[in-house]
């Protein structure tokens, strides 16, 4: 079946260095993609959206990315710091845009060394 | 604005007792939700409700039933507690629950354990 994942169940960065943090689709008809951000013992967090006429968009030190070519989304992180250190999830959704069909994936660790 | 309002932040249940997981947005938004959150299994839909008086089922349902009686709050319930109901429950909203500019606010979620 059809399913949002993403490549990596971990990822380690060097605090001040860039995260790319990487999301494959496999839904050709989502058009509209989120990126959520969750800290341990708290809910989701909204970073940064996208549609599917666009490529990329940014944000406060994020950019998202998005390859429709190859279905893949990507978040980038500048200068990682500490407080980065979450879980990330992708998400989308069908062009209906109801969030009663909003998929997401299973998340992905990021951890910032000193 | 607090946001979205859950209670209680921890449960424990024996298994067949009912209870109710509160939910609550003070930003008028019009779409509610519950999810469950499993290990490897990700963010689950139970159901959802697109204004006061309606409400749909999502994708887990079954042993969950909830109410829509105003627009600030989303009540969950468990009507017969199970140990397979043992997961963290998270509520979201959002301005509208269609359309594409309309993210989900969650809610710090309720630890919940079925003994």
């Known amino acids: 079946g059809e399913s949002v994942g993403l490549h990596l169940p971990t990822l380690s960065v060097q605090e001040g260095d860039n995260s790319i943090i990487n999301c494959a689709y496999s839904n050709s008809a989502s058009d509209y993609f989120i990126w959520y951000k969750q800290e341990s013992g708290k809910g989701p967090q909204f970073i940064i959206d996208?549609?599917?006429?666009?490529d990329k968009r940014q944000g406060q030190r994020v950019t998202v990315l998005l390859n429709k070519t190859v279905k893949h989304l990507s978040l980038q992180i500048a200068a990682t710091q500490p407080g980065d250190s979450a879980v990330y999830f992708c998400?989308?959704?069908?062009?209906?845009?109801?969030?009663?069909?909003?998929?997401f994936g299973k998340g992905i660790t990021l951890s910032v060394r000193p | 604005n607090a946001g979205v309002t859950q209670t209680p932040k921890f449960q424990v249940l024996k298994t067949g007792q009912s209870m109710t997981l509160q939910c609550a947005q003070d930003?008028?938004?019009?779409?509610m939700s519950w999810y469950r959150q499993d290990p490897g299994m990700g963010l689950r839909l139970i159901h959802y409700?697109?204004?006061?008086?309606?409400?749909d089922q999502g994708e887990v349902p079954n042993g969950y039933n909830v109410s829509r009686s105003t627009t600030e709050d989303f009540p969950l319930r468990l009507l017969s507690a199970a140990p397979s109901q043992t997961s963290v429950y998270f509520c979201?909203?959002?301005?509208?629950?269609?359309?594409?500019?309309?993210?989900?606010?969650f809610g710090n979620g309720t630890r919940l354990t079925v003994t």
């Open positions: 996208i549609r599917s006429n666009m």
């Open positions: 409700s697109v204004g006061a008086g309606i409400t």
């Open positions: 979201a909203s959002s301005y509208s629950g269609q359309g594409n500019n309309s993210p989900l606010h």
């Open positions: 930003m008028n938004h019009e779409y």
């Open positions: 998400a989308e959704t069908l062009p209906s845009g109801a969030n009663s069909k909003l998929t």
